[in-house]
């Protein structure tokens, strides 16, 4: 055999190694090995475990108020306008009075001393829960944390000086422990409420749409 024809022949089987080689790593490539999928597999889950875990760490009350939270332990106290939180009020106002006018009540939306206890229930305690509400938005703390006791008859209501005097005056009346004596439970019903000095330049027809 001459010295071409033996190195033609090494050329070739050089190319033949060549080819299975790629062919191989072709292969370690586009087919993982079961300890990969083992280890992908266990990545995976972790993710969606921590995932879940994430999903559940649901707000305390809501996605405003958990955002408030955040701000203020960051950068001090934060108050919301005024103007803002009466025309949410407002707005909640007319829904909670379209509901009682369908004789629907709500009754644990923010729980009124008598839903616990044995009194009959009337539309008062809605009137309490949207009372606890906006005591949340003008004050920036929960009813609780400034209240850990409850609310008896002999409670002075914690009101901060940022809220105004005609925010303090419907807080009180709202967050009265008596149904009876609760704004709105008398015989005007919500016209008691939507005559508060609070709401003084509100157009209700406008909010009720």
């Not at 790593?25 to 921590?50: F, H, Q, W």
């Not at 106290?77 to 949410?88: G, Q």
């Not at 609310?151 to 009876?180: A, D, M, N, R």
Request: one cysteine or more.
């Amino acid at each position: 055999m001459d010295n071409k024809t033996l190195h033609g022949t090494q050329t070739d089987v050089n190319d033949d190694s060549n080819k299975a080689n790629v062919e191989t790593e072709s292969k370690n490539i586009s087919s993982p090995t079961a300890k990969d999928e083992e280890r992908s597999l266990t990545t995976t889950t972790r993710t969606a475990t921590s995932g879940d875990r994430r999903d559940k760490r649901l707000p305390s009350l809501s996605s405003l108020f958990s955002y408030l939270d955040d701000i203020r332990r960051q950068q001090g106290k934060i108050h919301l306008p005024e103007s803002c939180i009466r025309i949410w009020a407002a707005e909640i106002v007319v829904a909670v009075a379209s509901l009682h006018a369908c004789g629907i009540i709500c009754r644990d939306f923010y729980v009124a001393p008598e839903v616990q206890g044995l009194q009959p229930l009337t539309s008062a305690c809605d009137w309490w829960s949207f009372g606890v509400l906006l005591f949340e938005l003008l004050v920036g703390k929960s009813l609780h944390s400034c209240h850990p006791c409850g609310i008896s008859t002999h409670t002075e209501l914690s009101i901060p000086t940022h809220v105004s005097s005609e925010g303090g005056s419907l807080l009180k009346q709202l967050i009265q422990p008596i149904p009876h004596e609760r704004l709105g439970a008398g015989r005007s019903g919500v016209d008691e409420i939507r005559s508060h000095p609070f709401f003084t330049g509100v157009d209700w027809y406008t909010v009720r749409g």
